[in-house]
C-alpha cells in the first residue's frame, strides 16, 4: 500500500490553521515543511510554537530544511509530531539521528536532487526511511527533476527492503514514474492543496498507486 502524505509549506500560523483544516478530514498524516532561510533561500514558519496552538487528530512529519537541526530539535518533542525528515547535507547528521532516536521518534533522511546516495549510505541502517527529493528544496511547486528517478531505482535495487519516499512535484504522472521505481510514500504538495477538492486529489494518487503496482505485479 503506497502512503499519500499532503504537504504543508508557509510563513504564517493563519494559513497553516486552515490547511490543517482543509486536510484534516481527508488523511490521517500531513508533511510539514520549516526551512530556516539558510540551508535553502525561503524561510517558514517555525512550525513547533504554531503547532502547539492548534488542536487536531492528524499527525506531523516535521521536514527540516534548516542547516542545524540539532539546534531545533529540543523545541520539537510534541506528541502529534512522531516523524522527522533531516537532510543528509545539514549538520551533524549522528547526533540528530541519535537524539531524535532519545526521544522516540521515527526518522527518516533526505536528499537533494544532485546529492550523491552514497553520502547517505553509511546511515541507512540507523534511519526508518530515505526521501528523495524530486525538486530542488524550498519552495512548492518546482520542477519535477526526471534524472532522481534512475537514482531511486538503482537505490531501491541495492536496498530491496528500506522504504523509499519522494518529495516534490509529485502529480499523477510523476507517481507513476516513481513508483514504478520502487516509491513507498509519496509527499504531495501543490498538486493536492491547490486541486480544489483534497479529497478528490488524494483519492486520484491513489487509483494511480494501486494501478501501478497491479501492473508491476503482473509484468
Do not use: C
Not at 486552515?18 to 481527508?26: A, D, K, S
Not at 522527522?84 to 526521544?103: C, D, G, P, T, Y
Not at 535495487?157 to 519516499?165: L, R, T, W
Amino acid at each position: 500500500m503506497i502512503e499519500i502524505i499532503p504537504a504543508i509549506l508557509t510563513n504564517s500560523y493563519e494559513e497553516l490553521e486552515e490547511t490543517v483544516r482543509l486536510i484534516e478530514p481527508h488523511t490521517s498524516r500531513a508533511h510539514l515543511d520549516v526551512a530556516d532561510g539558510v540551508f535553502v533561500p525561503n524561510e517558514t514558519i517555525r512550525g513547533y510554537s504554531e503547532l502547539e496552538l492548534i488542536t487536531t487528530d492528524l499527525k506531523f512529519d516535521a521536514h527540516l530544511m534548516v542547516r542545524k537541526p540539532l539546534d531545533w530539535l529540543f523545541h520539537w518533542n510534541l506528541e502529534n509530531v512522531d516523524r522527522f525528515i533531516v537532510h543528509i547535507e545539514s549538520e551533524n547528521i549522528a547526533a540528530v539521528i541519535k537524539e531524535l532516536r532519545s526521544m522516540g521518534k521515527n526518522v527518516g533522511l533526505t536528499l537533494n536532487p544532485n546529492t550523491s546516495v552514497s553520502n547517505i549510505e553509511p546511515f541507512v541502517g540507523l534511519v526508518d526511511f530515505i526521501q528523495f527529493m524530486t525538486v530542488n528544496p524550498g519552495f512548492q511547486g518546482g520542477d519535477f527533476l526526471d534524472y532522481v528517478v534512475g537514482k531511486m531505482r538503482s537505490f531501491r535495487k541495492k536496498y530491496p527492503k528500506v522504504i523509499i519516499a519522494v518529495d516534490g512535484g509529485i502529480n499523477p504522472t510523476t507517481a507513476k514514474s516513481v513508483i514504478e521505481a520502487g516509491a513507498d510514500i509519496l509527499v504531495s504538495g501543490g498538486f493536492v492543496l491547490k486541486s480544489g477538492n483534497v479529497s478528490q486529489a488524494i483519492e486520484e494518487l491513489k487509483k494511480i498507486s494501486e494501478n501501478t503496482i497491479a501492473d508491476k505485479s503482473a509484468s
